[in-house]
């Protein structure tokens, strides 16, 4: 039955009811028509509002592995990339450290597991574009089979770069500005290293220059 003969089969058995009668006798028999608009009605405005409406591709998606999680100096760390990007007219810059896990010989307690998956997950996915981390979590994420970008194809100025196997694997974290925001509680080296699924080159260049102007 299309929509204009439900509401004349409402119209006509209901000619005599008065108007409290008419929403009763609605409710009560056509409830899941209602249901089943209100429903199509939220989907549709859904995607009007995800499509039409929403917000721009991330410019820039930045993980710390094994870093005290510490939301504020996350930000604090997007806002000094933002300052220095300007206005560059691009979406928004994540910078995250929700990535604490154990690998390998690594066994750290109270860690949340799943977010070494999430961390594959998105990585696979092309989503990551500068992972900071220790030098064994770069060896581990090696016989994963993780590429990362050979460095000698972007411009490095004068910092520190992590050579292994001939290539310019990463930079050397603690000889950047990124150091003061960081506790290495380990003493492990830490690298910045680029992944070669990342999809925002433009946005890891910007992040180089940013890095050699903060030396």
Known sequence: MTMKRYILDIR???????PAQ???????????HILGICAAAAI???????????????????VLINQPIDYGRDEEMEQAF????????????????DYNFSYGEIKLEGVNES???KFFFRLGGGE?????????????????DVEFTDLSELET?????????GKQAAVYVEKT??????????DETLLLAFPSSGTHRQACQEFLRFLADME
Do not use: Q
């Open 12 to 18: 006509d058995r209901t000619a005599d009811m008065t």
């Open 22 to 32: 008419k929403t009763e006798y609605i409710v009560t028999y056509y409830w899941y």
């Open 44 to 62: 549709l405005i859904f995607l009007i509002v995800h499509f039409g409406f929403g917000g721009k591709e991330p410019y820039f998606n930045m």
């Open 82 to 97: 933002l300052a220095y990007l300007g206005d560059y007219g691009g979406g928004p810059v994540d910078i995250s450290s």
């Open 115 to 117: 977010s070494y998956e």
């Open 128 to 144: 990551l574009d500068v992972v900071l981390m220790p030098e064994s979590f770069y060896r581990h994420c090696l016989e994963m």
């Open 157 to 165: 100025g004068d910092m520190r770069i992590f050579e292994d196997g």
């Open 177 to 186: 500005g990124l150091a003061g925001f960081l506790d290495n509680e380990t």
